[in-house]
Every structure is written in structure tokens, then in C-alpha cells.
């Protein structure tokens, strides 16, 4: 089967999705194509009182369904069966998804989706498996920590990997026995409606999964600030996660998961297996065209071996070819927006006026839409826009090191922790390292994740709070009651 298609051949209806039945909405917001510039469709804005019914119509859902009480295991069969369409349905699932977003559709058809569905059963069989505790007490009474699910979390995702992002938000809630009420960007709103319906099909009580569109400002404030809201799951940049502390600041308390924006070094050392490393690093920061929160975007080698390892890089930046998101043999994404692209190109023409050389590219692809070349900048410090900002797209810095202490110096980031790799034989040096690196994940001789998702992914410093994936996921779903009985 031919996974290429013709993008004006879908429905792209706007709508909401709340308690099982679509809400037919305006599409107030202008959508654009990222492969070919293109306005193809619209997002509609739920208002405060859309997004008041939806928590309303959530928070029955959890109370009535009984979808917290029943059997844990028939919760996981359940998430099961929703995996299970997903899997069926990857092809209409990676249209929606690539028609919007910068996702390939072969690349969404062999890996997005299968690890989404991977990633839900995951979620799932813990359902049945974690649970409450008895807890040493004194003899005269009996103590027992309970664990509960929250009620309704509030969910709210970046358009960089949409689908990959419901998963992360819905799959643990969903187990857990919440309700969830989830924002998609405004950008990529599909592919997160049509997995929403699929899992009312798999048999999810309708009213658990409710997806509301709109922006930030409108509809994810009044998420994020909605008191029946009892905790709020958030992937995105630094900027919005400081904006929704303060929105949950102004109106309560709440827990918070945030994942957010990042600026992540790899450091190779002289004895690194090169091309290893030059295929990791390649791999990274042109995967999706850099738009990744873990891009390694800041590449820290050893003096005397960076001109090698660039070269390298160079010949893997060179290979890349430019094509529609909806073309099957497409392998190197568009940027996602007009202004995003002006970004990426302001960051780097400031880095360049800066004093930084550009080794590769620094300019867009010739091409309809919004392609930009990957590019490779030296001659860069920390005070180089390019080293300090996260752009958020195919640009990857190059500064030299002369020893262990250099480096690791250069790999610390003022504002971001989110990842980083480490490339080198020796395996000391690789613990010494990966002990001293203040970032949430660190890869050691490959780059990016893998399907093991026990390891949790989550930032250090400003790169968030809480973690995606892994067991600490689905904990961040329940909260605890104390039960202490006399006798
Ligand atoms: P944004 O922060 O601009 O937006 C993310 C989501 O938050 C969108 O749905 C957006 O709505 C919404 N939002 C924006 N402002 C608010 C607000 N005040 N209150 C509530 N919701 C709000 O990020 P991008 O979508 O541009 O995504 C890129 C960023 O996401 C990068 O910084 C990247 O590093 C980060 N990211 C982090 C990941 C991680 O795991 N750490 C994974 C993937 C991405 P809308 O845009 O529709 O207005």
C-alpha cells in the first residue's frame, strides 16, 4: 500500500471532541501547511465555558463510569484494545498527523505510531500492578498509604510530535483512573482528535478522553487555571511552562508535570569511536529538522579531532533531501511555520554577526513551504545567541575542548538540562562525566531514546519538573492518602 497521498484529499473538519460527540466549532485560526505554505484548514478556540463543560462532563465521566473502581485488569484490557486500533489505524492516524505537522508519513507509519501503541500498553499494565502499601507503624494501630488516582488532569501539548505527546499525556492518566481533558497545539489538532475517538471505540468510557482546541492564552488557561482541573501534565517551552505556574499561581495550587524546552550538548572526546558519534549527532539534530526537545543542538568535541568528526557530520547534513510530509519518500522535515522559520534564521544571522562561522548551510531550502538547510556554525562562545537560545530547528553549534574539565564547563547550560550525550572508550570517564552533567538523560556512545520506556524523560533545571514515561509517569497520575487505624 502506497502511504503518499494527496493532502487536499482529507476532512479536516473542526471540532471538539468532549463526552464521546463532536462539537461542530467556527476554525477561527487560520492552519497553514508546513511542506507547502499552504492554508488548508481552520482550529476553532474553545472559550472558558467550552472548556468548563468539558471538565464538568470529565469529571462525571470518572466519578460515574466507575473507570477507577473497576477490576484494574479491565482497565488495562481496555488500554489494550485502544493500542490495538491505533496499530490498525496508523495509516489514517499518520495522514492526519502528517498533513499538519512537520512528521513524515513513512517515518510516522514505521515508528511514531508503533511506539505509541507500544508506549500505551506499557502504561497500561500498571494499572494492575502498583498499588497501595501497608507501612510500618506502632503496634497499636495500622497505617497504610492509599493510592488514588487525581480525578481530571489537565493535559496540553506541543506540536512537534503530537501523537507521540497524547500518548505520553493520555496513556498514564487513562491507567492511572483519571479523566483528562487535553488541549493539542493549535497547529497540529488532527491526528490528537481522530486517537481520541479511536479510544471511545477501543471502549474507554466516553467523557474520559476530551480534546478541546484552541491557544495557549484562551483555552490553555482555562485549563490550567480550571479548579476542577486537579493536575496539570504540560510539553512545551520553558516560556508557556513559566506562564502556566503563574496562571495555577494565581488561581490555586496544583501538582504539575512540565516538559520543557532544552539545549542539550554531546561531548565527544578524542578517543570516540568518530563515525559512531558523527551518525548519532547527524541523526539528532536532523531528525524532524531539529524541532526536538532533545535535539543535541550544541556539539562539544575534542580539539583535535573536530575537524574529523565535522567533516562527517557535514557529509550526513548534505545527504538530507527536502519533500512533502504527505511524499513517502520524504526524509527531512519542513519548519513548521513562517515564523518559526524567521526565527531560526534570525538566530543565526545574529550568530554570524556575532563572530560565528558557518560551516554548512544557514539558509533556507529552495523549496515550497518552510524547509531550512541543516547547518553547522563554529567560532561560537557562550554569549553566541546560536549557543544560549534554544532555536528549535536544524542548527548545530561547534566549540572546542582541550580537556575533561573544559568540557563538561561547556556542556553546563545557564537555563536548560534536559539531555545529553557522552561519546568515548573509556568507561570511567563516561561515569565521571555522566555523574558531574546536570541533565535529566544522558546517552553515552548512541543519542536519543530508545523503546525502553521504563527510563523516564524529563528536565533538569528550567527544562521542566516530573517526568514522562518510565514508572515515575504513571505515579505522577495518583496521589496518596494516609490511613491510620487504631486498635
Ligand atoms: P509552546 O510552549 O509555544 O506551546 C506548547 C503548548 O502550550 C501549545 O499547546 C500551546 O498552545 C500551549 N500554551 C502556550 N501558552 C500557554 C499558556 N499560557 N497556558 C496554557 N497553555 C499554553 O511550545 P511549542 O508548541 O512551540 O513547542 C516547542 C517547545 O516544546 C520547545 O521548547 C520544545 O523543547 C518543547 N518540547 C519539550 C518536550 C519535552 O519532553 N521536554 C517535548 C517536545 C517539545 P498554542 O501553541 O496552541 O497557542
Redesign the pocket.
Known sequence: MTLSFDPDSLDLSAYHYVGGERIVANGELELRRPSDGKAYAGCPVADVSLVDRAVAVAKDAQRSTGWADVRPRERVKVLHAWADLIEKEAVALARLEAVASTRPVAQLVALDIPVIAEQIRFFAEFADKEGSDVVPTGSDSFGMTVSEPYGVVGA??????PLS?AAWKLGPALAAGNAVVL?????TPFSTLHMAELAVRAGIPAGLVNIVLG???TT??AI?GHPDVAKIS???????GS??ME?IARTGTKPMTL????KSPQIVFADADIPRAAAAIATSILANAGQ??VAGSRLIVAREIADQLTSAIIAQMQSVRAGYTWDETSTYSPIISAPQMERIAGIVTAARTAGAECLFGGEPIAHEGYFYSPTLLSGVDETSPAVRE?I?GPVLTVQCFDDEAEAIALADHPTYG?AAGVFTRDLSRALRVTRTLQAGTIWVNRYGRSRDHILP?G?YKQ??MGK?LGRDAYLANRKTKSVLIGL
Open positions: 496540553i501539548t506541543a506540536w512537534n510530535v505527546l488541549k493539542p497545539s493549535e497547529m491557544d495557549g492564552p490553555g488557561a490550567t504540560f510539553t512545551g517551552s520553558t516560556r508557556a506562564a502556566i496562571n516538559e520543557l524546552g532544552g526536538a526537545c534554544e528549535f534536559l524523560t528536565g527544562s521542566g514522562d
